[in-house]
Antibody, heavy 120, light 112 residues
């Protein structure tokens, strides 16, 4: 069974940094692209970033480009999201999601999410 | 960006009755490989989104056959043939043909 477990969410001040992690199991992690998607309180879904299985390519939403960095450690089956220069508008529940197959970036399985709150 | 527009934004359905949600994209979602990258998700209360339909009409593993997807190009539809109580939540369409990946606003389904 595919499982994704996010961690690292916290309360952080504006301008601060945070690193999210997503531990994956139940599939060959290195064979699949992965994504981060966030959901602000009471709002819809917003794609944040994606990374290919080999980590050779990364993609970002304009809203986080230059501030967030997606990475992965295939030896640890773990996906990361380094978040710098955090803003109040980054407050959200952050989900990691497995991409169904490399031909598209559509996601099939999602984790439960980890909460990031940016506030002074 | 590809804008995804869902209608209606909410609907109330009697158990056993059908429900239909429309999703329109601002650009064609047909890729050069012949596939159309349109996905449907259901987010039940307090849960992460779960994949229902991928590439317009393919049900994901474990999804009941009362869920079906159709459409092409820019116009897509999700149908629930007989709504059950467990189908409540917010339904989202999503495109992944072009970055940034974008979602519809969501359609909230409630049971009468």
């Amino acid at each position: 069974e595919v499982q994704l477990l996010e961690s690292g969410g916290d309360l952080v001040q504006p301008g601060g940094s945070l690193r999210l992690s997503c531990a994956a199991s139940g599939f060959t992690f290195s064979s699949y692209a992965m994504s981060w998607v966030r959901q602000a309180p009471g709002e819809g879904l917003e794609w944040v970033s994606s990374i290919t299985g080999s980590a050779t390519s990364t993609y970002y939403a304009d809203s986080v480009k230059g501030r967030f960095t997606i990475s992965r450690d295939n030896s640890k089956n773990t996906l990361y999201l380094q978040m710098n220069s955090l803003r109040a508008e980054d407050t959200a529940l952050y989900y990691c999601a497995k991409v169904r197959y490399a031909g598209s970036l559509g996601m099939d399985v999602w984790g439960q999410g980890t909460t990031v709150t940016v506030s002074s | 960006d590809v804008v995804m527009t869902q209608t209606p934004l909410s609907l109330s359905v009697t158990p056993g009755q059908p429900a239909t949600i429309s999703c329109k994209s601002s650009q064609s979602l047909l890729q050069s490989d012949g596939k159309t990258y349109l996905f449907w998700y259901l987010q039940k209360p307090g849960q992460p989104p779960q994949l229902l339909i991928y590439e317009v009409s393919n049900r994901f593993s474990g999804v009941p056959d009362r869920f079906s997807g159709s459409g092409s190009g820019t116009d897509f539809t999700l149908k629930v043939s007989r709504v059950e109580a467990e189908d409540v939540g917010v339904y989202y369409c999503m495109q992944s043909i072009r970055l940034p990946i974008t979602f519809g606003q969501g359609t909230r389904l409630e049971i009468k």
